[in-house]
């Protein structure tokens, strides 16, 4: 595994991005919700320890990030999910983290499951 700094990580990430876009003539661009995401999700693949110090806020406290756990998002249609991981993180972690394996699970197959 090549370890990179969050840094030059961020700018490889945003570089697939605007080229996966591109090629679908599209643009590359993020709000404040979107550059939070990025920046967990950079964190969460190059297994920064930074990632820890993240929560999620709930009604009953913070349940705290780990990456000795996977990833659930939620969120509304549209919002980029399925491209962040299936093309960015996707393209990013095989050729900086080879060894991280993950797998994408619809929400129609996690409600099918229960």
Not at 22 to 41: A, H, P, V
């Amino acid at each position: 595994m090549v370890k990179l700094p969050y840094n030059k990580s961020a700018i490889i990430i945003s570089r697939i991005a605007s080229q996966q876009l591109k090629s679908q003539g599209l643009e590359f661009r993020l709000d404040e919700d979107l550059k939070r995401l990025y920046r967990l999700m950079t964190l969460y693949f190059t297994s920064n320890i930074d990632f820890e110090s993240h929560s999620l806020k709930t009604e009953n406290g913070d349940i705290p990030y780990s990456l000795k756990k996977g990833i659930l998002l939620i969120g509304p249609t549209g919002r980029s999910k399925t491209f962040c991981f299936e093309s960015i993180f996707k393209t990013f972690t095989r050729h900086y983290n080879p060894g991280a394996r993950y797998r994408i699970v619809s929400s129609y197959a996690i409600q099918q499951a229960f």
